[in-house]
């Protein structure tokens, strides 16, 4: 009995990394992906109901103390286990019709996303690092999944380089940390009392590593050149799930393993934050692929949540956490509808200027669209507003006020981008007179719960964000 | 100390890996020096580990190098790939996304 | 007071009834034009009857401003916070609706002008359903500006009114309609910015005790007027500090830029000139109103401090805005562009009344608000008379018009008139009571802006020669004079107009008691 309840607080991995080998033994026998979709879309929301589940118990360790579950961590595999499931309703239309429908997607998707939730429930460096390289490793494959395409070939190369480089640093990090603690397990970590040369090596080289994974300004290179070469939806599952298992991660190491010294490296937080969000912020200004402007936005997103994190209370953790829930929420919407119109003319229908009087073709999609991108600018009432607000609020109350200031004015940068699509879709006339395709009802049922989940959590944010807050019993 | 030979040693080995990376325009060779630098954190993990006579060290190598193989393995894959596109594997010469 | 209608307060019902009529025109198909017409203009008809049956209850002798028991038709509860958990003490946003003397008025003309907005929004034909949707929200958004207490929920209203205003300008406007949207939306986006910024930082500075003894951080703007519940050690406590002035500053700017004040100011030609007509109706009528009223709400009374030591700042700025506003409008061939360059200056004497903190001075901003609101109104209804008729605008292209619309032409001439300060007609009260009260503050300042007057005299007088008088030309002979729909938009404005020129008591009264209260607050805050 008391190893099922073991497993049960693990409950989502197992789902998923049997989901995994499941879908891909099915292709096997079966050779039509369309099952494998069904299957792999099943595992998900199974796998999303242990998650809820997990999240609304009680937290603890299980085996060995290796995992960690409950509050941030099961938060972290609904986070994750959302982005899947809405990146995998919209894969199999966008798939299908730009000629790519494999089964080996949804086994790829599975096994990172299996990467992934190892890498929120993580207790152990060594179940850290296993997740955050299985995660890797199966978005190489997926960023390179159209092998005959030059520029997703190129993504996967510059993914991968870059991700094996990061990943030296990181077990850097960790072996150093290693030798100055003289453990492995996180909570033992922050018990070590020699905090050396060695010991701050150590916690650099893992930042190093985290920050490439959560596509920090300077270690952010590869981001937009993935994000642009990946098929669309890989990417909305990227630029989702993969960013929230890191950050999630990293809430995890800075405030279970690193929490005395959080004085210290606050400050290195404070710098790259301010890189990342001014950086993003000009870069994306000057974009004219819808995708890679997408991209810049999400490092920009990355740099408001490391003013989130740079604060280091548990009212910025959660509000981190919520930023993270709204994150994926609109960007999965916006990725999902740019895929939409991307299977135009030849698809490749992704420079902005393309989108020259769409929004009124689809007044549906339109009004997604301009859902996705208001929230992303953070206007209330949509959930990026509240997101934003409440991880500006906490870094305040923490006395951050220039971050603040500076992340505030870089957000104010951010409307030109992202209305400048809005004037596309809206204020230009269309001359190609092309005519737009039906999505299928998955399709549209998906992004119009997207867009909705994104207004109700805009109006009524109370109860998610007492929730979270209860994690750290935030007094907020 | 005999700690600090192999924990210098590992440092350079990485720094090499690291210079490697940075510098080497041919894909494999890079692939090659991300290797190393893996490889160099072994060791470094592998004396520390015997030094404090603590198994965890030895059991996260056991795991890095397992690893590292699905990554060689994913990785040429990757580089066979590009060069069936490009003709070439030289990373200066790959670049259609800029920007 | 209270005024409950189905259990819900009349604010909430005067702030969603729009969202109601929303849903309805979304409900109806789109080819339905006439009915999404009738929808539109019935909920705003009903808008205005309730807008009329509060200004009627409206207490006169109860001042509000910082008391929160003399403030009207309250609704309170909370928002985000939620009961049942324990921890809830710490966060308070409050769902907090009351009017009092500084509000009541701008509810009053949001509602008219909303009205008379959607009478010229008949002649629109393209994609009717979304523009009423649109133009619905943006009602909502203005009127909860004006009613709510809670800095939050004031902050979120305000940002609401952006959205529909950047695709009202963008879809339905004119040529270089996504140059005007996205300079009209950065401007006040950048504004909102500086807004959240000091929303923040009152928030962490402002605690008080609730009934449970515990304290609590709160965005009830009445709370934070209190300075004994400004926290000790916190970034805004005490007077006169620097940070206080910086958030006066920035306060200050994002307010300004809604005014629009000099320097802030060049977002607004180009909207109003790419504007559909009846959407630079709301934006002069009300829009502008937002920011002077914002300053008299939330940034004089949270910050007398700063109030009184940048009072000769405001006054400036007013003074450059009413000189500069009247030169470009003289030098401006282009209808529209003449009377949006008049707003900067007219918005300039509301700056300059409110910024002398006497009693006459701010009675008389807020009245040139509101007249302001209608006379500008009908300006530009006038030249969208004429663009309707014709496609021109150019001061140029017309002559004699006189000749040819009768009608019309009077009650341009009464427009023109009252914005020039006729005596007689309204503008002319509240003008000469925010010079009055401004000249007993700063006499130089003063004495250089009523040079404004004059400035502005010849620039209407020129118009109505070019425009009205003189030789006609050929192609216009056949212009017809108003049809019964746009006598409709006019002659209610035209009514209140010359109602308030002949007799302001009734509105003075209306708003004399808070304003009193709020001037001699700021004056004890802050000396």
Same mark, same amino acid.
């Given at each position: 009995m008391e190893s099922v309840n073991e497993l049960l607080t693990i409950s989502p991995i197992v789902i998923i990394g049997f989901a995994g080998l499941f879908v891909m033994m099915l292709d096997a026998f079966t050779g039509n992906a369309r099952w494998s979709f069904y299957a792999s879309l099943f595992f998900c929301l199974a796998a999303l109901a242990g998650a809820v589940q997990n999240v609304l118990g009680p937290t603890g360790t299980s085996f060995y103390s290796l995992v960690y579950y409950g509050g941030t961590a099961s938060f972290g595999a609904v986070l994750v286990l959302t982005g899947t499931l809405f990146s995998l309703c919209l894969s199999k239309d966008y798939l299908e019709q730009t000629g790519n429908?494999?089964?080996?997607v949804y086994s790829l998707v599975l096994f990172a996303a299996f990467g992934m939730l190892l890498l929120v429930q993580a207790n152990h460096m060594i179940v850290l690092f296993l997740g955050i390289e299985s995660m890797s490793i199966a978005l190489y494959a997926l960023a390179g +999944?159209? %092998?005959?395409q030059k520029k997703s070939v190129e993504a996967a190369l510059k993914y991968f380089l870059l991700g094996a480089f990061s990943t030296g640093f990181l077990l850097y990090g960790i072996a150093l940390l290693y030798g100055s603690t003289?453990? +492995?397990a996180l909570p033992e970590i922050a018990e070590a009392s020699d905090k050396g040369v060695m010991y701050w090596a150590g916690v650099g080289l893992l930042f190093t590593g985290f920050f490439f994974k959560v596509s920090a300004?300077? #270690?952010?290179?590869?981001t937009p050149d993935v994000y642009q070469g990946s098929p669309t939806t890989v990417t909305a599952f990227m630029a989702t799930a993969s960013k929230s298992a890191a950050f999630v991660a990293f809430i995890l190491v800075l405030s279970r393993? +690193?929490?005395?010294t959080s004085q210290q490296w606050q400050e290195v937080l404070w710098i790259f934050a301010v890189f990342t969000m001014v950086i993003g912020n000009l870069l994306a200004l000057v974009q004219e692929n819808i995708k890679r402007m997408l991209a810049y936005s999400s490092i920009a997103h990355a740099g408001y949540i490391m003013v989130g994190l740079a604060a280091t209370s548990g009212a910025a953790y959660s509000a981190v956490l919520y930023y993270l829930f709204a994150y994926t929420l609109m960007n999965v919407g916006a990725f999902g509808v740019v895929a939409y119109y991307e299977?135009? =003319?030849?698809?490749?229908? !992704?420079? $902005? =200027?393309?989108?020259?009087?769409l929004g009124f073709k689809k007044p549906i999609m339109g009004i997604l669209m301009s859902v996705f991108l208001f929230s992303m600018v953070g $206007?209330?009432?949509?959930?990026g507003f509240i997101g934003k607000y409440r991880v500006f609020a906490a870094a305040i109350d923490e006395g951050l006020i220039s971050l603040v200031i500076i992340g505030v004015l870089a957000s104010a940068i951010s409307v030109y981008y992202y209305l400048s699509v809005l004037v596309y879709l809206y204020m230009k006339e269309d001359e190609t007179g092309m005519v737009m395709k039906r999505p299928s009802t998955l399709y549209s049922l998906a992004l119009i719960i997207l867009a909705l989940l994104t207004i109700y959590f805009g109006v009524h944010p109370g109860l998610l964000t007492d929730f979270l807050g209860s994690f750290y019993s935030v007094t907020w | 100390m005999e700690l600090d030979w192999y924990l210098g040693l590992s440092a350079v080995l990485f720094s090499i890996g690291v210079i490697g990376v940075l510098t080497r325009r041919n894909a494999i060779v890079i692939l090659m020096c991300a290797e190393l630098m893996l490889n160099a954190v072994n060791l470094t993990l592998v004396s520390l580990s015997a030094q404090m006579g603590d198994i965890h060290g030895q059991i996260l190598v056991f795991f890095s190098l397992s690893v590292a193989a699905a990554e060689a393995a994913v990785g040429l894959a990757i580089i066979i790939a590009i060069y069936r596109n490009h003709?070439?594997?030289?990373i200066t010469k790959i670049n259609l996304l800029r920007w | 007071m209270e005024f409950n209608i189905l259990g819900i307060g009349v604010l909430t019902w005067l702030v969603f009834l729009p969202v109601l009529g929303m849903l309805l025109v979304l409900l109806?198909?789109?080819?339905n034009k006439n009915a999404i017409r009738w929808t539109a203009l019935g909920i705003t008809a009903l808008q205005l009857v309730l807008a009329v049956i509060v200004t009627c209850l409206f207490d006169r002798s109860a001042a509000g401003v910082n008391d929160p028991q003399s403030f009207q038709f309250i609704e309170q509860f909370r928002w $985000?916070?939620?009961?049942?958990?324990?921890?809830?003490? =710490?966060?308070e946003i409050l769902y907090f609706l009351g009017i009092d003397g500084l509000s009541i008025l701008m509810v009053l003309l949001t509602a008219i002008i909303s009205v008379i907005g959607v009478i010229s929004s008949?002649?629109?034909? =393209?994609?009717v359903k979304g523009y009423f949707v649109l133009y619905l929200l943006l009602v909502t958004g203005m009127m909860g500006v004006f009613v709510a207490l809670d800095f939050f929920l004031f902050f979120i209203f305000w940002e609401v009114m952006l959205l529909p205003m950047y695709f009202l300008i963008g879809i339905w406007?004119?040529? %270089?309609r996504e140059y005007a949207a996205i300079k009209f939306f950065i401007y006040t986006f950048f504004g909102g910015v500086l807004m959240l910024l000091v929303m923040l930082g009152l928030y962490f500075s402002v605690a008080y005790t609730n009934e449970a003894g515990e304290m609590v951080h709160t965005f009830n703007l009445l709370h934070m007027m209190n300075s004994a519940n400004f926290v000790e050690?916190?970034? #805004?406590?005490?007077?006169? !500090?620097t940070w206080r002035y910086i958030a006066w500053v920035a306060l200050f700017v994002s307010f300004a830029i809604k005014v629009p004040l000099f320097p802030f100011h060049t977002w607004l030609p180009d909207a109003h000139v790419e504007a559909p007509t009846p959407i630079s109706v709301i934006l002069a009528g009300v829009l502008l109103k937002l920011g002077t009223y914002g300053m008299l709400r939330i940034l004089y009374p949270i910050l007398p401090d700063g109030t009184v030591y940048f009072m000769y700042l405001m006054a400036f700025l007013g003074m450059i805005s009413i000189i500069y506003g009247a030169l470009c409008a003289m030098a401006q061939d282009d209808f529209k562009k003449l009377i949006a360059y008049s707003s900067i200056s007219h918005m300039g004497i509301v700056m300059l009344g409110m910024a002398s903190l006497t009693n006459q001075g701010t009675v008389g901003a807020v009245l040139q608000m509101f007249n302001h609101g209608t006379i500008t109104a009908m300006l530009f209804l006038t030249v969208g008379v004429l663009y309707d008729r014709t496609h021109k605008r150019g001061l140029?292209?017309?002559?004699?018009?006189a000749n040819q619309m009768p009608k019309y032409t009077g009650i341009a001439m009464v427009a023109l008139f009252a914005s020039l300060g006729l005596?007689? +007609?309204?503008g002319f009260v509240s003008e000469f009571f925010s010079f009055l009260g401004a000249f007993d503050a700063f006499r130089w300042i003063t004495i250089i802006s009523v040079i404004g007057i004059v400035l502005t005299a010849a620039y209407v007088l020129w118009t109505i020669q070019r425009v009205f008088l003189g030789e006609g030309k050929e192609e216009h002979n056949s212009l017809a004079d108003l049809t019964g729909r746009e006598l409709v938009m006019f002659v209610p404005l035209l009514l209140i107009v010359i109602f308030l020129g002949v007799y302001p008591g009734p509105a003075i009264e209306l708003m004399n008691t808070s304003i009193s209260t709020l001037v001699e607050f700021v004056g004890l805050a802050g000396k």
């Open positions: 429908h494999i089964a080996e +999944l159209l %092998r005959d003289g453990s +492995l300004v300077p #270690f952010h290179m590869w393993a +690193l929490p005395d299977c135009h =003319k030849n698809c490749d229908f !992704t420079e $902005i =200027k393309n989108y020259a009087g $206007i209330p009432p949509f959930a | 003709l070439s594997v030289d | 109806i198909p789109g080819n $985000i916070a939620v009961e049942s958990v324990p921890w809830i003490g =710490k966060i008949w002649n629109i034909e =393209k994609m406007g004119g040529p %270089r050690g916190s970034i #805004f406590y005490g007077l006169d !500090t140029y292209d017309f002559g004699g018009i005596p007689g +007609l309204s």
